[in-house]
Every structure is written in C-alpha cells, then in structure tokens.
C-alpha cells in the first residue's frame, strides 16, 4: 500500500509538556483518515509538525517517502494542502483577491483556476465582499480553497467544522467527499465531532497523550464495533455463569446490564435464569459506534 | 536546496507581498505621516519666512528631519504589517507551500526596507520640492550635497528597519509587537539626543563676569575662574558615547545632518554591520522559532 505521510516514533515536548510521546501512524493514499484525540491529545501538535510551523523534538515523518530532516521536504509540502485551527485569510481581502495572494505567493504565472475553485467551494458569488464579512462556514470553506491552490494532493483539516452550523457542516463533508472521490486527494482530517467524522473516514487514528492508540480502516471499525443485546437483570453474575454454560461471549457492563455478543434463543436464556432466581428487566438491540468505540479505548473522562 | 530555489522563493514572497503592501491602510497611513510631517515643516518655514523677511534661514539643516523620526512610522508600519501575517495566519500558508523561512524574512526585510526608503524619499521630496517651487527659502548646498546626504541617510533609515523587522517576526503579537517597536524607537531616539547632547557639552562653563561698584563709585569687572562642566564627557566615558553616537543609527542621520561628511564611510560600514547582525539573528532564532 501506498502512504502519503508516515510518522515514526514522532515526539514533541514544550518544556514540561510532552506534546507527542512517540507518535507512529500511517496515511494510506486515497484515503480519508479521520483523527480523533481528546483535546490536549496531541492533533494540532502533530499537524503542525507536518506543516513545518514546528519541528520535532525526536522521531521523524515521511511526507511522499521524503524525510522531514531532508531539504526536499519543503518540495514535497507543495504537494499538501492544510487549514489548521482558524482558516488563514486576509481578512481585508475579497475571495478572489486571497486567491490571487495564495496564486502569487505559489508563483503562478496566471490566476487561471480562481472562478473553479470558487464555484468548488461554493463562493462564486461573494463578489467584494471582504472575508471579515464572512460567515464561520464561508470562512473555512475560503481556507479549504486556499489550500487547494497549489492543486494538493493531501489535504490537512483541523477541526473543520468546528462551531458550523448543520448547513455549514453538511457542506465541508460534501466538499471533502468531492475532493475526495473526484480528484482523488488524500485527506487527513482531525475532529472532535465523531458522527460526522464517521460519515466521512475511510481510515481512523486514534490519538491519547500523544500516542496513537488505535489505528484501522473504517471496515475494521465496522467490525470492531459489533451488534449486542443489552440486557438489563437483577444480577449480573448469575447471568455471566447462565451464558458461560451456553458458551456465548459477553461483556458486563455493571450489577445489572451486560452485553450479549451473540443471537439466542432468549426463551431458553429467560428460563434458565428464572431457575436461578434471575429476572431479565429488559433487552434491546445495542449497535457500538465510533463514539462508544473511541470511548472504550480511551476512556470517557475528559473526551469531548 | 539550491540557492536558486531560495531566490525563487523570496521572489515570489515579494510579489504577493507587494501586491499586499499597495492594499494596505497602513502603507498608505505611513505615506500621509511623512507627507504631513514634511507638509508641516514646509509650512513653519514658510511662515517663519513671512514673519523674518530679512533673516535669511535656508532649510538645510531640516533636510533629514524626516529620517530622524521615521523610526516611529517605520515601527508601527513593520509591526502592523508583520503582525498581520502572524495575527491571520497567513504566515502559516507560506510554510504550507513550502516556502523556507530564510526566503521569508528576507522577503519581508526587502519589503519593510522599500517602504522605509519610499517614506524617507518622500519627507525629502516635498522638502526639496517646497524650496525648489519658492514656496521657502532655497537650499544653500548644491543639488549634489542633498543627493548625497539623502542617500548616506538610507542606510541609518535601513538599519532602524531591520532592527525593527528583526523585533516584529520574534514577537508573534500584533500589539505587542507594535507597542515594542515603538518603544524601542522612541528609546533610539531619545539615547541618540542624550549622547548629542553630552557630547556637545562643552569642558568649561563659560566664566561668569560680575559688575561691582568699587568705593569710589566706579563700576568694575570681575571675572570668575572658568569652571570645569561635570556634565562633560572624558576619558573612556566620552570615547564610548562618541562610539555610540557613531553607531547608532539615529544619531548617525543627526550627524549627516550636521554635514559630517568625513564620517559617511564609518556610518555606511556600521549601518551595514547594524542589518548583518540583526537579520543574522533574526533569521538564526526565527528559524527555530514554534509557531502556532
């Protein structure tokens, strides 16, 4: 498999903060990898590592199977795109103008593509208003196309829909998708809004104190996170020793709820716990998400 | 990466930061500062000229007036303009594409030194301008001693840049850079009228002379022993601050002003060791500089 960016043992320290303790992750071509971290976690850190705004305090990354160490790395940042924290505009500046600023800056002999990626960004008709003027989405929506300037082919999101509105939500996972499966562009794309993101991914990492925890595509995922029945009882313990008889996985949850991996007969189940003083209170269908996934892995305290 | 890609770089940077620069209030701010200053004296002159018919004050002597003041606007100017990169993140889609940080602040000293020289220009053009319509008395130095000194004087004005420069890409906040230029600045201006002032200071207070009225009713002179100026410089004391009045740059346009023409080689050299060593360490620390 092809990797745009590979990390290997990526760490950052401020002063007494560890930032990133030995990061390792990998960004397969094509793809659209979804970063998923508590806040303080390690995302922006990492990713402004990658953009060159910092440097690494040990470990290295591989941009294009460029090294970061090497001089050709910054050749190979022509090659990505990114809007980390707040989408970075002129504020002074029309739409078209900070296009024509990213164009200049980028050494373009025209500003041929400008109208394109307005209409791709859904802007075409901003005219002269300012970007100060902007809403929060039109905002982003600016910044995504800034950084598809140098037609990139990765693209660095962090937190893109962050303080959107649905309608503005909707249309950066609209935009991210088009890039995604139009022009083929690889995004990495960092958020705390896990619906969304699960919308979006076609790969996850999942970052903690700095360390990716998890890594997997979104099949595996899927498969991670499987269908169950909740069952609620009055004791727990007595249903663990009813399903190790029935030799059917499980996981309980507290004094009274468990979850129940496997498709049973619940007659047969309902019987055998009543023999044994056991009454079920309820049951229901669980489906684990990504948010339940990530929370089983990292833990819940603290996570947004 | 070959020093070609770097050129290329800072060319680039440049097109879009000029194409910026001409957009911007407060280039266009910075051009009204000098305007009105060098309108202002222009107008005291002229005025002066009304009230004085018969004293004849050529204005030499306030030909660099402008230069000595322009640390303040160049302050401002570099810290707003600077600051904006860093205040809108723009500076990060530089790094994004690639741009070197080497190719960044060089870019940005060319660009901050092209502004200082068109404001400089512009004091002097009005100036000139002014004496040249009638408007004030005409310049008693040759068209070529004003061509001169304007253009010894740019390399103070240069140096005040960099200086700045070096000052607004280290301190990432707009105001705060703002406000850190203009104190240092101010703090140049004020060191470089000390250092004149005691330098000028003269070894023995001028002997103080009394009239007294004798006995007999006549009026006699009595003249007091010449007292010797605490306020005068000597030895090492005195070597350092005319090192320093050499130095800095400030004081070197208040030189070129007074017609110190012997000096211009020293000022060019110290101007130049002045940009050296402040893009030097400018470039060294924000080279490895985390920025956000």
Not at chain 2, 193 to 214: F, G, H, M, R, W
């Amino acid at each position: 498999m092809d990797y745009v960016l590979k990390t290997n043992s990526l760490c950052k320290r401020y002063r007494r903060f560890q930032a990133l303790d030995g990061l390792t992750m990998k960004v397969p071509k094509g793809a659209i990898y979804g970063f998923v971290g508590k806040n303080g976690a390690g995302k922006t850190t990492l990713i402004r590592l990658l953009c060159g705004l910092q440097y690494p305090t040990g470990g290295d990354f591989e941009l294009y199977g460029v090294k970061n160490t090497e001089k050709a790395i910054y050749r190979a940042r022509r090659r990505m795109g990114a809007v980390v924290e707040t989408p970075s505009i002129y504020p002074d500046m029309t739409a078209e103008d900070n296009l024509k600023q990213q164009y200049r800056f980028l050494g373009a002999p025209d500003f041929n593509g400008i109208r394109e990626l307005l209409k791709l960004v859904g802007l075409e008709n901003t005219g002269k208003k300012t970007a100060k003027h902007f809403s929060l989405g039109m905002k982003q929506r600016l910044g995504i196309a800034m950084a598809l300037c140098g037609n990139p082919d990765f693209l660095i999101l962090d937190e893109p829909i962050n303080g959107l509105d649905p309608q503005g939500i909707i249309e950066i996972r609209e935009l991210i998708l088009k890039l995604n499966r139009e022009q083929e562009i690889t995004v990495l794309i960092s958020s705390h809004i896990l619906d969304e993101l699960s919308r979006l991914a076609t790969h996850y990492g999942f970052i903690d104190s700095g360390r990716i925890v998890r890594e997997m595509s979104a099949g595996e995922l899927e498969d991670a996170c499987r269908k169950c029945v909740r069952m609620t009882v009055t004791d727990t313990g007595v249903l663990a020793r009813v399903l190790d008889d029935m030799g059917v996985e499980y996981k309980i949850l507290s004094d009274t709820a468990a979850d129940v991996y496997a498709k049973l007969p619940f007659s047969r189940l309902a019987i055998a716990l009543s023999e044994k003083n056991c009454e079920v209170i309820s049951m229901e269908e669980h489906d684990e998400n990504l948010e339940s996934f990530y929370v089983n892995l990292v833990g819940g305290a603290g996570s947004d | 990466m070959s020093i070609w890609w770097e050129v290329r770089a800072v060319i680039k940077l440049l097109k879009g930061d000029f194409a910026r620069l001409f957009r911007s209030r407060i280039f266009w701010l910075g051009v009204l500062a000098m305007f009105s200053l060098a309108s202002l004296v222009v107008y005291t002159r002229w005025s002066d000229s009304r009230r004085f018919p018969d004293y004849y004050n050529p204005p030499d002597g306030v030909l660099l007036v402008g230069a000595v003041y322009i640390g303040i606007v160049i302050a401002v100017f570099t810290g707003i303009f600077i600051g904006a990169d860093y205040s809108g993140g723009t500076i990060r889609n530089k790094h994004i594409m690639g741009h070197s940080r080497a190719a960044m602040y060089l870019s940005n000293l060319i660009i901050c030194s092209a502004v200082s020289v068109i404001m400089h220009l512009i004091f002097i053009a009005v100036l000139v301008g002014a004496a040249y319509a009638g408007m004030i008395r005409r310049f008693e130095m040759p068209a070529g001693r004003i061509a001169e000194m304007t253009l010894i004087s740019i390399f103070p004005v240069l140096s005040i840049t960099a200086v700045m420069l070096f000052l607004c890409m280290l301190v990432t906040s707009r105001s705060a850079a703002v406000v850190c230029a203009m104190i240092l600045s101010l703090g140049m201006l004020i060191a470089a009228s000390t250092i004149q002032y005691s330098l000028l200071a003269k070894e023995y207070i001028e002997p103080d002379y009394k009239i007294v009225v004798t006995e007999d009713g006549s009026e006699k002179e009595i003249f007091q022993e010449p007292v010797k100026n605490p306020r005068y410089l000597t030895g090492t004391k005195r070597k350092l601050a005319e090192l320093f009045h050499d130095i800095l740059p400030v004081s070197q346009i208040m030189q070129i002003a007074d017609g110190e023409s012997e000096k211009n080689a020293a000022f060019f050299l110290y101007s130049l060791g002045i940009i050296a060593a402040a893009t030097s360490a400018g470039m060294l620390i924000f080279g490895r500089k985390d920025l956000k």
